[in-house]
Nanobody, 120 residues
């Protein structure tokens, strides 16, 4: 199983970016998917999660500005980031809690990060 995150880049404050996270490989079902970020010198923090039923949750720092969504037919999650601030600068990682077979316990997989830089 692989998670491929993409969509990062350099943007000015107030701008927008859309991140994508595509899961591939032997996948039976995907439960929750999430986005995390890690700024230089800081610990990784949760940004947003979405369940298989599309219930969402957000950290207070991004609530109202970021939107997480998913396309189950494509095994892909998205993070629409609007009104970006310099403090949103970080490496963004996606995760997926998924089953590779009906009889297997779920496991959390991580993608490689994608860099987001917001200039002031």
């Amino acid at each position: 199983v692989q998670l491929q995150a993409s969509g990062g880049g350099l943007v000015q404050a107030g701008g927008s970016l859309r991140l994508s996270c595509a899961a591939s490989g032997t996948i039976f079902s995907i439960n929750a998917m999430g986005w995390y970020r890690q700024a230089p010198g800081k610990q990784r923090e949760l940004v947003a999660t979405i369940t298989s039923g599309s219930s969402t949750s957000y950290s207070d720092s991004v609530k109202g500005r970021f939107t997480i969504s998913r396309d189950n037919s494509k095994n892909t999650a998205y993070l629409q980031m609007n009104s970006l601030k310099p403090e949103d600068t970080a490496v963004y990682y996606c995760s997926a809690d998924l089953n590779t077979a009906r009889w297997m316990l779920s496991h959390v997989y991580w993608g490689r990060g994608t860099h987001v830089t917001v200039s002031s």
